[in-house]
T-cell receptor, first 112, second 113 residues
Framework: KAGVTQTPRYLIKTRGQQVTLSCSPISGHRSVSWYQQTPGQGLQFLFE???????NKGNFPGRFSGRQFSNSRSEMNVSTLELGDSALYLC???????????FGPGTRLTVL | KQEVTQIPAALSVPEGENLVLNCSFT??????LQWFRQDPGKGLTSLLL?????REQTSGRLNASLDKSSGRSTLYIAASQPGDSATYLCAVRPSTSYDKVIFGPGTSLSVIP
């Protein structure tokens, strides 16, 4: 059974640009969550989706947005990138939103 | 507001030693608690999930316990090996409707051969 996949794995952008990250959950999983991980702040929750509906949103500015498609795949978008957005972005999927979470390898975003 | 802490922040032990990692949370109203390990620059690997109604879960050399009333969970690693070196994180799912998973800061474990 394939695990959670995230694309791209690495990304370099410049300030002011926008970026879209993609996450494909484990087959049969309907819940997808996104997290930002930085050395200073640790793992911080971004969004949680279940059956195409956003169930929860973390304390991030409106530049961060996401969505989930009917096949449970999810994307997150960051507009007007800032240097502080440099981080490892992790996606996790679970069968239901209360179940065990399984993480992908992450996307390493560097903003120059 | 739920807060999750992990002590110690870092731990170094000789190979073969049994060890305990701690996770504390401030609000006992939780659905479940999950333990993960993370290798440098990688994603998280799920180790154990404990439901709020359970007291412990075991997988191989790992045993996790949960005491909701005291707001504590421990991860016991038996006969540690150098391959166990990683950062261990605990995460709490509050039982408040629509509340998000909250992660602790992690314990960095180094097992010395």
């Amino acid at each position: 059974k394939a695990g959670v996949t995230q694309t791209p794995r690495y990304l370099i952008k410049t300030r002011g640009q926008q970026v879209t990250l993609s996450c494909s959950p484990i087959s049969g999983h309907r819940s997808v969550s996104w997290y930002q991980q930085t050395p200073g702040q640790g793992l911080q929750f971004l969004f949680e989706y279940f059956s195409e509906t956003q169930r929860n949103k973390g304390n991030f500015p409106g530049r961060f947005s996401g969505r989930q498609f009917s096949n449970s795949r999810s994307e997150m978008n960051v507009s007007t990138l800032e240097l502080g957005d440099s981080a490892l972005y992790l996606c996790a999927s679970s069968r239901d939103w209360l179940d065990e979470q399984f993480f992908g390898p992450g996307t390493r975003l560097t903003v120059l | 507001k739920q807060e999750v802490t992990q002590i110690p922040a870092a731990l170094s032990v000789p190979e073969g030693e049994n060890l305990v990692l701690n996770c504390s949370f401030t609000d006992s109203a939780i659905y479940n608690l999950q333990w993960f390990r993370q290798d440098p620059g990688k994603g998280l690997t799920s180790l154990l999930l404990i439901q709020s109604s359970q007291r412990e879960q075991t997988s191989g050399r790992l045993n996790a316990s949960l005491d909701k009333s005291s707001g504590r969970s421990t991860l016991y690693i038996a006969a540690s090996q150098p391959g166990d070196s990683a950062t261990y994180l605990c995460a709490v799912r509050p039982s408040t409707s629509y509340d998000k998973v909250i992660f602790g800061p992690g314990t960095s474990l180094s097992v010395i051969p």
